[in-house]
């Protein structure tokens, strides 16, 4: 079993940064794929970036590229999203997701359904 626990949330300024974090349990963090999806007031979920167990390939929804930065430190046990930029649009709960295998397709990625052990999310909130 794999627990996640998500941090880092808060209310910010449109412009501010944040930075998240996801602490996993388990002794094989390091071969873990992970990822961050959130999910808006009166919407579905949605993919905002992914890891590789290596941390070599990272993966990002247009709408948040070039504004956050997924990372991770197997050390740690510990994946990370530093949020530059915030907009109002951004606000959500964000979700720590796992899956013990590695992604052979780049689509699997991007697939909620890929992934098998998720946090309890944590709220943020950008003000305009």
């Known amino acids: 079993q794999v627990q996640l626990v998500e941090s880092g949330g808060g209310l910010v300024q449109a412009g501010g940064s944040l930075r998240l974090s996801c602490a996993a349990s388990g002794r094989t963090f390091s071969s873990y794929t992970m990822g961050w999806f959130r999910q808006a007031p009166g919407k579905e979920r949605e993919f905002v970036a992914a890891?590789?167990?290596?941390?070599?390939?990272?993966y990002y929804s247009d709408s948040v590229k070039g504004r956050f930065t997924i990372s991770r430190d197997n050390a740690k046990n510990t994946m990370y999203l530093q949020m530059n930029s915030l907009k109002p649009e951004d606000t959500a709960v964000y979700y720590c997701?796992?899956?013990?295998?590695?992604?052979?397709?780049?689509?699997?990625?991007?697939?909620?359904?890929?992934?098998?052990?998720w946090g309890q999310g944590t709220q943020v909130t950008v003000s305009s």
């Open positions: 890891i590789s167990w290596s941390g070599g390939s990272t």
């Open positions: 997701a796992a899956d013990r295998d590695n992604f052979y397709y780049s689509r699997d990625y991007y697939e909620e359904k890929k992934y098998d052990y």
